[in-house]
């Protein structure tokens, strides 16, 4: 790799999951980048190349001498901007979690110096980098914001999994407390964001746009899972009532299905909870969070209704979406859990799930399938799923089974009479 001319900047990026490895990476192309994480397996993993989210798979990226990997924060006292991307999930109530963002705010706290910025890329709502981090870190550190250290918000944009859309072809947008802060915080970017910067006017700004891009996926795909419901109620094709909807121009093409991950189905909480506190009671936001959370139970029901009490289950993936390794906020686990507990005999199978974590998680013993089975549910459309061959499939089914394909992925495949097909 040609060297890069070194500049004054010495980045800390601070949680190195889906979000914060590939960005710490791509900036190590041209800046010293000291990649920080709590977890020391992560860490461990990472110094052997080895990314189990498989985002980075090329070994090659690792070998940069730009880039030092650790769970010792004081390595990293040199750094002048610390970028945080720790996740944000929910709690059991569906409330905003910020422990981890407090918590890698409290250690920028300790190592920061004048004139230094803390760029923030994690998901929160309106208000959390101003009203709650900077506060955070004032305190710990003594230092005054505005005076003494800035912050910014750039919200992280990436679709793990996609194959077209990657960091360097995404717009970024970057809000600051100043022009200069702004200025700098985007130069940065520039280096590594060939789809261009946008700057925003200001942070609530940049936080509020991140969070209703994701509600605006889920109030979407709401809106395609109740017009499925309002068509099997109907008794026609909801597939079919699509297709002749998106004949016209303007018609959003959004398939309907289960939203699980860590994104479009928490995010949309974060922008309740601010919208709540600012007096404002969201209706459709929540709306379509409660659609698309009784997805699995709507499958499930509909299942139940067309097969025996003691049928035996596969549900064919387990990660929230195709090709990806993720399984957090899993539906497929839910749909799991409902057949479990009302007796059935169930088997979840999914070739990029990792087992362990699967275990852990969820309780859910992943198999490969080696009997036959009264219903087979494809949940999340791996590309492993859509290549199985016709004579694979047959020889999953039972005499007189039943097929849920909420993916549409076997459309095409030539199936036997005995196998009664259900989906979306
Ligand atoms: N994954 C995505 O598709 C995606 C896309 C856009 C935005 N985001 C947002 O980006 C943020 C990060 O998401 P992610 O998917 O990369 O999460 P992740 O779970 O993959 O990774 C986060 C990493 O942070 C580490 N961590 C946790 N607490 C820490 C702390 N206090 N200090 C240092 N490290 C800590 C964890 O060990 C983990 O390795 C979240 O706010 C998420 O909503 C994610």
């Known amino acids: 790799m040609k060297k890069q001319a070194k500049q004054n900047v010495n980045i800390m990026v601070l949680g190195l999951g889906y979000v914060g490895l590939p960005l710490a990476l791509e900036l190590a192309r041209f800046f010293t980048v ?129 194959t077209k859309y990657k960091i360097s072809n995404i717009k970024k947008v970057v809000a600051a407390d100043d022009k200069k802060t702004l200025n700098k915080v ?72 289960l939203v699980g991950g860590h994104c479009i189905g928490v995010d949309p909480f974060y922008l309740a909870k601010a919208a709540k506190m600012a007096g404002h009671n969201p209706e ?22 067309k097969i025996e009490k003691k049928s035996k289950v596969l549900i064919l993936g387990l990660t929230f979406k195709e090709n990806v390794k993720d399984i957090r906020n899993s539906k497929s686990a839910v749909l799991e859990n409902l057949f479990h507990k009302k007796g059935y005999s169930v088997d979840v199978y999914d070739p990029l799930a990792d087992k362990k974590q699967a275990l852990e998680e969820y309780k859910i013993k992943l198999v490969v399938p080696n009997k036959k089975y009264t219903c087979v549910i494809i949940t999340v459309g791996h590309k492993e799923f859509l290549k199985m061959s016709s004579k694979k499939i047959i020889s999953l089914f039972a005499k007189q089974s039943l097929l849920i394909d909420i993916k549409n992925i076997w459309n095409e495949k030539k199936l036997p009479d005995y196998i009664s097909k259900w989906s979306l």
């Open 284 to 305: 459709i936001i929540l709306a379509g969070r409660k659609i698309n959370d009784y997805m699995p139970e709507f499958i499930f029901k509909n299942a139940v209704k």
């Open 186 to 257: 985007s130069a940065i970017y520039k280096k590594i964001i060939k789809a261009g910067i946008y700057k925003a006017p200001s942070i609530k700004i940049a936080e509020t746009s991140k969070a209703i891009e994701n509600a605006q996926r889920d109030i979407n795909i709401a809106f395609v899972n109740e017009v499925v419901m309002i068509c099997k109620a109907l008794n026609i094709s909801s597939k079919k009532v699509l297709e002749a909807a998106n004949t016209k121009w303007n018609f959003l093409n959004f398939k309907p299905g």
């Open 34 to 162: 000291s990649g920080f994480d709590t977890n020391k397996e992560r860490i461990k993993e990472l110094n052997k190349g080895i990314d189990i989210t498989k985002e980075i798979i090329k070994k090659s990226y690792f070998s940069n001498s730009n880039i030092k990997f650790t769970n010792n924060y004081l390595e990293c006292k040199k750094s002048n901007i610390f970028i945080i991307t720790v996740p944000t999930p929910v709690n059991n109530k569906n409330e905003p979690d910020l422990k981890n963002l407090k918590e890698a705010s409290k250690l920028v706290a300790k190592i920061i110096n004048k004139g230094d910025i803390i760029v923030i890329e994690s998901t929160v709502y309106p208000g959390v980098t101003e009203e709650i981090i900077a506060p955070i870190i004032e305190n710990k550190s003594g230092l005054i914001r505005k005076q003494d250290f800035n912050m910014a918000y750039s919200p992280e944009r990436i679709n793990p999994g996609d």
